[in-house]
């Protein structure tokens, strides 16, 4: 296979996980890479050190994330390589939310332009932004045919301008016919038929949100921002677990620092203010948080909201789980969890089982200490199973979540159980 040309851009796929550091969830700024080759930020790594002074394992300058390191502290260098990612990452989200419309500077000839960095978007901003390129250059096409022969009576020969604005209303985009050179109408035809193609793109995205059949629907992006009393509230009947149903609430003990919760304890939210909780060494270093409650016996459920959060994990873990560790990857915790669109998974004592089905909108918990069975449920109508297995009932677990705190605002809630 030949190599690429030097100098050619070639697009690479990154999410903001790729990019990110684990101590503060955040995209890398200033990153500096250990000697094992796990990179965080370096002011995260610093104050970490400094607050962890005995560091893991009796080592002081150990690494977060694989736990080795040196007796002495080592030399932190910045990372000019990932830094340079960060910050194309950092631009091109912007020029994202900015809109397709958004022009981008215009660069020195002697600077060629860096490779670009995708972005994932959802099906709705595609096809935006195709229709948005193509009658652009419909429009180019025009005026181009109006430069180059003025007064031959365009307005009878083309008439383009007119039938474009009552096409809209009356009759597709590909009705118009235009007498013009075959070249151009060639060209048009083109286009017409790719605009055809992305109405019929629109027509399919519209046909799959409005179908009544499909419980589990993934929810639009411009959705996660909106308040629950914003959302039309869904008719569901009484839960068959309500018997059984607890509402537990978040320990202020176990809060990352990047964490805050609500009043009554059951909404817990991302947040990049200061906290004004009391310090404690059983907090987790990543945005992760366990409930009071210790259940060692029983049947227990309970109901979680995911509708206000990017990214998530929902599970239970043992109040020993290691404070540098994610949900889901320890032999004493266990989870679902929602990184996207195609990035829906189970992890139990370290392994992970990928759950292709779409996302569940509210999350319910069903924990049988007595067999020793976890599993969860889809919560919309009825209870819908998206996962099962066996967890360890020789030590008492909490209710344990995971938030990606690159989004100030995103929350989950403990819900009141439908009886």
């Not at 851009?9 to 990019?19: A, G, M, N, R, T």
């Not at 229709?131 to 045919?145: A, C, F, W």
């Not at 083109?190 to 109405?199: G, M, S, V």
């Not at 029983?298 to 560790?325: F, I, L």
Request: hydrophobic share 35%; charged share 20%; glycine share 6%.
């Amino acid at each position: 296979m030949a190599a690429p040309v030097l100098g050619t851009s070639i697009p690479v796929w990154l999410s903001e996980e790729d990019l990110s550091c684990i101590i503060c969830q955040g995209l890398l700024d200033c990153p500096v890479t250990l000697p094992c080759g796990h990179s965080f930020c370096h002011r995260c790594l610093n104050g970490l050190w400094v607050t962890q002074r005995a560091g893991v394992d009796g080592r002081p300058w150990a690494c977060p994330t694989c736990r080795e390191g040196p007796e002495a502290k080592p030399k932190l260098r910045k990372n000019l390589l990932l830094q340079d990612l960060a910050d194309k990452y950092r631009q091109a989200a912007l020029e994202l939310e900015a809109g397709p419309a958004t022009a981008s500077a215009p660069r020195s000839p002697s600077r060629p332009a860096p490779p670009p960095v995708a972005v994932q978007k959802n099906t709705t901003e595609e096809v935006i932004q195709e229709l948005t390129e193509l009658m652009q250059q419909l429009v180019d096409i025009v005026k181009s045919l109006q430069t180059s022969r003025p007064g031959s009576g365009l307005d009878n020969e083309l008439g383009i301008l007119g039938m474009a604005s009552s096409s809209e209303k009356k009759q597709s985009l590909s009705s118009p016919k235009l007498v013009m050179s075959s070249a151009s109408e060639r060209k048009i035809r083109e286009i017409l038929q790719n605009l055809e193609e992305i109405q019929k793109k629109i027509k399919g995205s519209v046909t799959w949100k409005e179908d009544p059949g499909e419980q589990v629907q993934e929810m639009p992006s411009s959705s996660l921002c909106q308040l629950p009393d914003q959302r039309c509230p869904v008719p569901r009947k009484s839960s068959q677990f309500a018997l059984w149903a607890i509402s537990p609430t978040f320990d202020l003990g176990s809060i990352s620092c990047n964490l805050v919760v609500s009043n009554n304890c059951r909404r817990v939210t991302v947040s990049h203010c200061q906290q004004p909780y009391r310090w404690s060494p059983e907090r987790f270093l990543i945005s992760q948080v366990l409930c009071s409650q210790a259940l060692s016996s029983g049947q227990k459920y309970w109901e979680v909201d995911t509708r206000n959060c990017n990214h998530w994990a929902v599970g239970v873990a043992s109040w020993g789980m290691k404070r540098n560790q994610m949900l889901g990857r320890t032999k004493d915790s266990w989870c679902i969890e929602w990184k996207g669109p195609g990035q829906f998974s189970a992890w139990a004592t370290e392994k992970k089982t990928d759950l292709h089905l779409g996302r569940p909108e509210v999350v319910g918990v069903w924990l049988d200490l007595e067999l020793g069975e976890l599993a969860f449920y889809s919560c919309s109508e009825q209870e819908r199973l998206l996962y099962e297995c066996e967890v360890s009932v020789s030590f008492p677990l909490h209710p344990a979540f995971w938030l990606y705190g690159l989004s100030p605002g995103n929350y989950l809630e403990i819900k009141q159980v439908n009886s």
